[in-house]
């Protein structure tokens, strides 16, 4: 199965898709992991890419294409893949589908997990983190035993600017804007699979299996 995972901050998208893969046994491609490996490897695509980042400069579309079209033909993706980060825009998209199509395959499934903003906001908002060992802890899922300070070192915890409510929100409504254009692509192509993500893990695992066709 050739699967993409989308999905706002907090929707638990990263433990959904490490799920998925174990069942699956299918590698999981992030687009951050296949740049760094390109550029370990020392591929020319990866030595391109280098020097772009290292100049502080954006790596095209073209470049991101051609590193991602070798992940895909490498052995370990011959029986399907999960990727995560790749594709974020339509032109990406298109060329995923086209690189797919090269090869005889397509995208078989888009999990999309919806989690309603404002259960975003408070998953994300409440977090504190210990500035001595950063352990994170949250206001409702994770109390510290004492008000404010780490259980392991007493420390006085600190929230992130980040994750402020207002802040939270217009990262994820940039987030929003950014993939509507992306999901309503995969709607058009018919490969979007709309998955509540309000729920435990498990629940949640079940819905994105059932919406797979898996369980
Ligand atoms: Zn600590």
């Not at 790596?59 to 999960?82: C, Y």
């Not at 395959?105 to 999990?111: L, M």
């Not at 983190?129 to 409702?140: E, R, W």
Request: net charge positive.
């Amino acid at each position: 199965m050739n699967l993409i995972f989308l999905g706002p901050p907090g929707a638990g998208k990263g433990t959904q898709a490490q799920r998925l893969v174990q069942r699956l046994g299918i590698p999981q491609l992030s687009t951050g992991d296949i740049l760094r490996k390109a550029v370990a490897q020392g591929t020319e695509l990866g030595k391109q890419a280098k020097s772009l980042m290292e100049s502080g400069k954006l790596v095209p579309d073209a470049l991101v294409n051609g590193i991602i079209e070798g992940a895909l033909a490498e052995p370990s993706a011959a029986n399907g893949f999960l990727l995560d980060g790749f594709p974020r825009t339509v032109p990406q998209a298109e060329a995923l589908d086209a690189m797919l199509r090269r090869r005889g395959k397509r995208v078989d499934a888009v999990v999309a997990l919806e989690v309603p903003t404002e259960v975003l906001v408070s998953r994300l908002s409440g977090r504190f983190t210990c500035p001595k060992c950063s352990s994170i802890y949250h206001s409702t899922t994770r109390l510290p035993k004492a008000d404010r300070l780490c259980d392991n070192d007493g420390a006085a915890l600190v929230s992130r600017p980040d994750d402020a409510p207002d802040r939270v929100r217009q990262r994820l409504l940039e987030y929003e804007q950014k993939t509507a254009p992306l999901t309503g692509h995969y709607n058009r192509t018919g490969s979007l699979r709309r998955v509540d993500g309000v729920g435990s893990v498990e629940e949640v695992e079940q819905r994105v299996l059932r919406a797979l066709g898996i369980s």
